[in-house]
């Protein structure tokens, strides 16, 4: 369960590893994404797209792309952003997205440590939920999500442009 915060934020990414992307990482972080049968079947690694979607990404305050490093390599990334609403009585909400921990280091417990400080921080950065969405196909996130605390409340839909 991902409610209570022992730890700060700064412990929290330390112990995971996490710092904030750089554009040097792009190219690692597009690999993590492509290194599954779904991302294989969407993602382009080495396309110069990328770069441009990075930049967009750093220059926006309520967007925050990490990687988690282990003995110096990305090991694992995720996206937050941080949106501000005017439902639940003007609550920021934060989103959790494109998490990836590489294949040698799954059962690790770092996807459990990037999750506990994702909540962390958006807890410190005054939001008072977070969400994700996971791909329908992806049962075996599904199970880590919900045994980390997160529920199924919603159903989500795309209309692709």
């Known amino acids: 369960m991902l409610t209570r915060v022992e730890l700060t934020v700064q412990e929290l ?93 799954r059962g690790s417990g770092l996807g459990q440590r990037m999750l506990r400080w994702a909540v962390a921080e958006s807890r410190q950065r005054g939001c008072g939920l977070v969400q994700l969405t996971t791909d329908a196909r992806r049962t075996d996130a599904h199970r880590f999500y919900e045994r980390l605390g997160f529920q199924p409340t919603h159903v989500g839909m795309k209309l692709s442009l």
């Open 13 to 105: 990414a330390a112990q995971a590893g996490i710092r904030r992307a750089r554009r040097a990482d792009v190219d690692r972080i597009v690999e993590l994404l492509a290194a599954d049968q779904i991302g294989a079947g969407r993602e382009t690694p080495g396309d110069p797209t990328y770069l441009a979607a990075f930049e967009r990404i750093a220059a926006d305050p309520n967007q925050l792309l990490v990687v988690a490093e282990a003995d110096g390599e990305v090991v694992g990334t995720l996206q937050l952003t941080f949106t501000p609403g005017l439902s639940r009585g003007g609550m920021t909400r934060a989103t959790v997205e494109a998490v990836r921990v590489r294949a040698d280091q």
